[in-house]
């Protein structure tokens, strides 16, 4: 049995990523928490997030959890989920520019092109941009959803895992080391979302 954390700061959809990863990892212990010292025990950790970025950013600062998930994204399996993704990098255009965690150089931009209605609800393909465990068994150009008006502008695109268009190509999900994550939702993305979720669990780095 493994320990599974998610970080639960007040600002994601927690009870249905927790539903979904108990559901295709049931001999595992999946629980909530923004207790530091169960993070930092924990064998793999999960990061969602869900509003407005500057919200969430000082959530994590009044939960003293901004230094715990900088530690542990170098040293254990880690999967950023939405927000989860944006705030590991530098910048946001969001609430008239807001700093995130700067795990990840580059910024969070919003969808302007094209008179694109945001915020991007839906389901749109994934295409994989990289060979990685956690696409293992999903088909490439395989359908995720979303729902977010901002994307991220990777500074280095050798870390780009997937990608997605909505009148924009953009980065949809990225992988370094022992961190991978992704701007859509797998806990809503039915059959190919669990085999993703069950591929983290199982990731072996």
């Known amino acids: ?40 025990n924990a ?5 969602p997030g869900q509003g407005a970025m500057g919200a969430c950013m000082k959530a994590l600062t009044q939960h003293g959890l901004v230094d715990v998930i900088k530690r542990c994204v170098n040293e254990k399996p880690f999967l950023g989920i939405c927000l989860g993704l ?3 990098f530098d910048h946001s255009e969001e609430n008239n520019g807001i700093y995130g965690l700067s795990i990840i150089s580059g910024n969070v931009v919003k969808f302007t092109k094209n008179n694109l209605k ?11 941009s990289i060979e990685h465990p956690l696409w293992h068994n999903i088909d490439d150009n ?5 729902v ?16 997605t268009n909505y009148g924009v190509e953009f980065t949809c999900a990225i992988a370094q080391d022992k961190l ?11 059959h190919d ?10 990731w072996q780095v």
Do not use: C
Not at 9 to 14: E, H, L, S
Not at 180 to 190: G, I, M, R
């Open 180 to 190: 991978f994550a992704v701007q859509f939702h797998p806990e809503k993305s039915q």
């Open 1 to 40: 049995m493994q320990n599974i954390a998610i970080i639960d700061y007040g600002m994601g959809n927690v009870r249905s990523v927790q539903k979904a990863l108990e559901y295709i990892a049931p001999n595992d212990k999946v629980f909530l928490t923004d207790n530091a010292d169960l993070i930092t």
């Open 118 to 128: 945001v915020p991007h609800m839906g389901w749109n393909t994934v295409k994989q």
């Open 142 to 146: 395989a359908r995720f959803y979303s």
């Open 148 to 163: 977010h008006s901002y994307y991220v502008e990777a500074s280095h695109t050798n870390m780009v895992a997937g990608v």
């Open 193 to 202: 979302g669990l085999q993703l979720l069950s591929n983290f669990v199982n």
């Open 43 to 47: 064998d793999r950790i999960v990061f």
């Open 86 to 88: 944006q705030l590991l």
